[in-house]
């Protein structure tokens, strides 16, 4: 959310509306003085003259000072940066001087001075007030200046943070999406292959994977609009791909599903969990004439999600996983979509393997 203090066109609004309040206030009080005083209601002690006397130079000068200052500065600070300073003094110099002799003409009104000492007290006074008004005046003027070009860098320091971030959002999800470009060929390729190894041995068998793979085709071609998929489709899909390698490894394949229902709704990076499976079936299964017995495991607590897939293989380490490989792909696929708060992890527990998918719920 956009903080409106930061905006010098709304703090401009404001400032001018306190000062037409202020002033209205102010005028308000000081006719009401004046006229009990000029009545005889009331009678001012020679500290209440005094008192009374620099009240009215304040409101006569400093308040027609400090909304000149303000419409000047606003207007002028971008415009001419070295001019505006030396037509705030200009400005202070002429509402000192006008000031001054509206000061003195109110308090001759009002009675307090006799009319004969107008121009004799105008002349005293104009020079202490010009100088305090001029100092006074710069210093504001000033500070007022400094506060507006600060909130002018920290609205455009906001704006360029909220670009960044938006640029940065965008070039993530043009680097998932080419990670997720390059998983699906290679996902279907092996498919293909798997099939293909079941027509000259067994066509019948072969035919009827052809509605599992077009199973597989459909939830890859939709993968490509979707950045995380219902675990229950995942599930579904890798069942499918386990049952087209199973035609073709027969007995040496062998798969256990032990993921809960409360888990499907659960949302994980399109083909995940099958090139986990995957990477089992092509480095474990094929690999060994016993063949081996893939489980799949999901749990959740503590607001974590924990998908594992176990095999018999020897194991390995992530370390010499290349980003081209699939599950170099997936490490980076979880870095873009989960950042810190996901992970994938290769152990070693009762003599299996054991690749685990830890991201937060």
């Not at 308090?107 to 009319?115: E, H, K, M, N, S």
């Not at 092996?190 to 052809?210: G, K, M």
Request: glycine share 6%.
């Amino acid at each position: 959310m956009t903080d409106l203090s930061a905006k010098p066109g709304v703090n401009e609004g404001f400032t001018s509306m306190m000062f037409r309040v202020v002033f209205a206030i102010c005028a308000v009080a000081l006719f009401v003085v004046a006229v009990l005083f000029s009545l005889g209601v009331i009678r001012l002690s020679e500290t209440g003259v005094t008192v009374l006397t620099a009240f009215v130079y304040s409101i006569t000068i400093g308040l027609p000072s400090a909304l000149l200052l303000h419409w000047l500065g606003s207007r002028f600070s971008d415009i001419y940066p070295r001019l505006v300073f030396l037509m705030h003094a200009l400005v202070l110099v002429g509402t000192a001087s006008l000031g001054c002799l509206a000061a003195s003409f109110l308090l001759q009104a009002a009675g307090i001075f006799p009319r004969d000492m107008y121009w004799q007290r105008f002349r005293a006074n104009l020079p202490f007030c010009a100088v305090i008004t001029v100092v006074t005046g710069l210093a504001m003027a000033t500070y007022h200046t400094l506060l507006y070009k600060l909130q002018a860098t920290t609205l455009e320091a906001h704006t360029r943070q909220v670009e960044q971030e938006r640029a940065y959002k965008l070039l993530a999800e043009a680097q998932l999406s080419s990670l997720e470009s390059r998983i699906h060929p290679h996902f279907l390729f092996n498919t293909l292959n798997s099939i293909a190894a079941l027509i000259p041995t067994d066509p019948v068998r072969a035919e009827d994977t052809v509605s599992k793979l077009a199973s597989l085709l459909r939830f890859s071609l939709n993968a490509n609009n979707n950045r995380l998929v219902p675990l229950s489709q995942e599930l579904r899909i890798v069942r499918d791909y386990l049952e087209i390698e199973k035609t073709r490894f027969g007995a040496r394949l062998n798969y256990e599903i032990a993921v809960p229902e409360t888990l499907d709704d659960v949302k994980v990076p399109p083909l995940a969990l099958q090139s986990l499976v995957e990477n089992s079936v092509k480095h474990v299964v094929s690999h060994r004439a016993e063949g081996a017995t893939i489980q799949l495991i999901g749990t959740a607590g503590a607001g974590r999600i924990r998908l594992e897939v176990i095999d018999d293989g020897p194991g390995f380490s992530l370390d010499a996983i290349t980003p081209e490989h699939g599950l170099g792909n997936l490490v980076a696929r979880l870095e873009l979509l989960y950042g810190g708060a996901g992970r994938l992890e290769v152990v070693r527990e009762n003599e299996k393997t054991v690749v685990r998918l830890d991201f937060s719920a």
